[in-house]
């Protein structure tokens, strides 16, 4: 199972909150694998596409 937090900044939620509670699920469901994957905010030319999306307002 993948985790994607859909999360702009990595604030306390992606830095410890998500963490822990992956750790706390992986030490429940020892036969169940996840992987915590990067933020959302963290992909490589978001900022790029958040200026051209503002650009392209009327």
């Not at 992987?35 to 596409?49: C, P, R, V």
Request: charge should be negative; avoid cysteine; hydrophobic fraction near 40%.
């Amino acid at each position: 199972m993948q985790l994607y937090p859909l999360f702009f900044n990595k604030g306390k939620h992606v830095g410890k909150d998500i963490p822990a509670q992956v750790e706390d699920a992986r030490q429940r469901f020892p036969d169940l694998t996840i992987e915590l994957l990067d933020y959302f905010g963290n992909a490589n030319g978001l900022a790029a596409l958040v200026l051209k999306h503002i650009g392209e307002q009327d």
